[in-house]
């Protein structure tokens, strides 16, 4: 392994670190937890999922997911509806509160990202938006 490589894997590492721990102050002011930031996050960019399939995408167990969707439902974030076309089928659906919760989140923590990137030139926020960009559409989950 190359110097250059192990140096960007911290880089990226710490970069990730430190906006999630943001993220985590920023969760503290809304009254949610990370993880069910996290299922709000899947059932708002991938619609109409499963408690199989949300588990699947958090790793968590069906039931610890389960325990997640309960508080969600009683903080009025989300709602569990009988699918249309088969009724043994339960869908995950965002409620507006939830919506308007991962919104200003999401606004809280692009203003972090700003306010850092405003210490820097114009020149180096560009490389590191071309950068970002480029390794972005090249990684493969």
Same mark, same amino acid.
């Given at each position: 392994?190359n110097e ?5 894997e911290?880089n990226? #590492?710490?970069v990730?670190? +430190?906006?999630? *721990?943001?993220?985590r102050?920023i969760?503290?002011?809304?009254? &949610?937890?990370? @993880?069910?930031?996290?299922a ?16 699947a995408?958090?790793?968590l ?12 439902? #009683?903080?009025?974030?989300v +709602?569990?509806? *009988?699918?249309e076309?088969?009724r043994?089928i339960?869908?995950? &659906?965002?409620? @507006?509160?939830?919506h308007?919760l ?10 972090y990202?700003?306010?850092?990137l405003?210490?820097?030139d ?7 938006d ?8 090249n990684v493969?989950?």
């Open positions: 392994m250059r490589t192990i140096r960007i911290e990226l #590492r710490r990730c670190y +430190k906006i999630k *721990k943001k993220g102050e969760l503290n002011d809304v009254d &949610i937890t990370p @993880p069910q930031f996290e709000l996050q899947h059932l708002i960019y991938e619609e109409n999922l499963t408690i199989g399939e949300l588990s995408k958090m790793f167990a069906c039931s610890t997911v389960t325990d997640l969707l309960d508080r969600m439902e #009683r903080n009025d974030l +709602k569990r509806v *009988k699918d076309n088969d043994r339960v869908r995950l &659906i965002v409620l @507006p509160k939830g308007e991962l919104e200003r989140v999401m606004e809280n923590r692009r203003a990202i700003e306010s850092v405003s210490e820097l114009e020149n180096t926020v560009n490389c590191i071309k950068s970002f960009e480029v390794f972005n559409l493969e989950i």
